[in-house]
């Protein structure tokens, strides 16, 4: 069993940052892709960042580029979503999920291609 636990969201001004965090335990294979997600109320989850098994390749939505990065620490298991310059529509609730092997970019952008999902972590922001 594989378990993802998010961490780092909470309530923030416009223009504030956040770091994320995802943690893997239990049964994960020995290389897999992580990505983030979000889903806003009444709205479909979308793809926000994704990185693959080693963090040489990453992915990132258009509305994420130049303020969101993506990390890893593979000895933590770890994996990270450092957000910048923070607007009110970041505002959902953000999940991480794993897709096992060395999935490639494309893999990695097809939501359906992740098997398991953490519990998500709210980010809020006021303008």
């Known amino acids: 069993q594989v378990r993802l636990v998010e961490s780092g969201g909470g309530l923030v001004q416009a223009g504030d940052s956040l770091r994320l965090s995802c943690t893997a335990s239990g049964r994960t294979s020995s290389s897999y892709a992580v990505g983030w997600f979000r889903q806003a109320p009444e709205k479909e989850r979308e793809l926000v960042a994704a990185i693959n098994w080693n963090g040489g390749s990453t992915l990132y939505a258009d509305r994420a580029k130049g303020r969101f990065t993506i990390s890893r620490d593979n000895a933590k298991s770890t994996v990270y979503l450092q957000m910048n310059a923070l607007k009110p529509e970041d505002t959902a609730v953000y999940y991480c999920?794993?897709?096992?092997?060395?999935?490639?970019?494309?893999?990695?952008?097809?939501?359906?291609?992740?098997?398991?999902w953490g519990q998500g972590t709210q980010v809020s922001v006021s303008s």
């Open positions: 999920a794993i897709q096992h092997g060395r999935a490639s970019n494309q893999a990695m952008g097809v939501l359906k291609s992740y098997t398991n």
